[in-house]
């Protein structure tokens, strides 16, 4: 099959970056109504793919629930970990996270959810 316009693929999934910057819901919302949801980061190799999209953008990770507890979209709870030197940071007042331009590798941030910044969706497909 091929790749629709303005996606790209990585294993089993499609990637779509924002060219707009929206708040951590809305970010969401934009996501679900592509059939897709904000990014879940499963690996190191996905982490590394990511780092093509150059822009501070929102994934599909939040503690809003239970402050501590990072969990994924999904639901599922997070198990890889690339956080930023000195992150997550925020305690209650950054509960949903981005990736930031740091460090190759190390690039999540703890984000006040209201901020407006680009996010990326990701659509899973049949291999
Ligand atoms: O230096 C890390 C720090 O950078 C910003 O605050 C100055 C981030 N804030 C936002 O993205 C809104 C913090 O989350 C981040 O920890
Ligand atoms: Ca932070």
Redo the contacts with the bound molecule.
């Keep these: 099959s091929v790749t629709p316009l303005g996606w790209k693929y990585f294993s089993s999934s499609l990637y779509t970056i924002s060219s707009i910057r929206k708040n951590w819901q809305e970010s969401r919302d934009d996501c679900l109504q592509k059939g897709a949801d904000l990014v879940i980061v499963n690996s190191r190799e996905e982490e590394n793919f990511l780092s093509q999209f150059h822009e501070?953008m929102w994934i599909g990770l939040t503690d809003l629930e239970t402050e501590g507890t990072w969990k994924w979209v999904d639901g599922t709870p997070m198990t890889e970990r690339y956080w930023?030197p000195?992150?997550?940071?925020?305690r209650t007042s950054?509960n949903c996270g981005?990736i930031?331009q740091y460090d190759l590798g190390k690039r999540w941030?703890?984000?006040?959810c209201n901020?407006k910044v680009c996010w990326t969706c990701e659509k899973k497909v049949s291999p």
Excluded: L, Q, S
């Excluded at 000195?86 to 925020?90: A, C, D, F, I, L």
């Design positions: 501070t930023g000195g992150e997550p940071n925020g950054e981005d930031k941030n703890d984000a006040n901020i």
